[in-house]
């Protein structure tokens, strides 16, 4: 089946960095695009960002563009979410996810906290 495991969260300052990590298996990884999304308390789950299959192709929410990055090694089935100069507003709890199967697989989500 497929399973998706979220890692690499934790407490930062702002300005800092982290680099999630995502662990896919149970689907053929390198033929499916993937997308990161993030929930802060309160707050609607959103997209934050989007790489194809193959990584020709990224596309970002405009609250995260320029600062974070997303990437993929196909060769090990792990995705991955560089995030450089971290806001408090980043907080959040951060979820990878695949659509596939006819249906929306999501990961554990890891949680990401940013002190100013």
């Known amino acids: 089946q497929v399973q998706l495991v979220e890692s690499g969260g934790g407490l930062v300052y702002s300005g800092g960095s982290l680099r999630l990590s995502c662990a896919a298996s149970?689907?053929?990884?390198?033929?499916?695009?993937m997308t990161w999304h993030r929930q802060a308390p309160g707050k609607e789950r959103e997209l934050i960002a989007r790489?194809?299959?193959?990584?020709?192709?990224?596309q970002y929410a405009d609250a995260v563009k320029g600062r974070f990055t997303a990437s993929r090694d196909n060769a090990n089935n792990t995705l991955y979410l560089q995030m450089n100069d971290l806001k408090p507003e980043d907080t959040a709890v951060y979820y990878c996810?695949?659509?596939?199967?006819?249906?929306?697989?999501w990961g554990q989500g890891t949680q990401v906290i940013v002190s100013s």
């Open positions: 996810k695949v659509s596939a199967y006819l249906r929306d697989h």
């Open positions: 790489i194809t299959g193959n990584s020709d192709f990224t």
């Open positions: 149970g689907f053929p990884f390198s033929t499916y695009a």
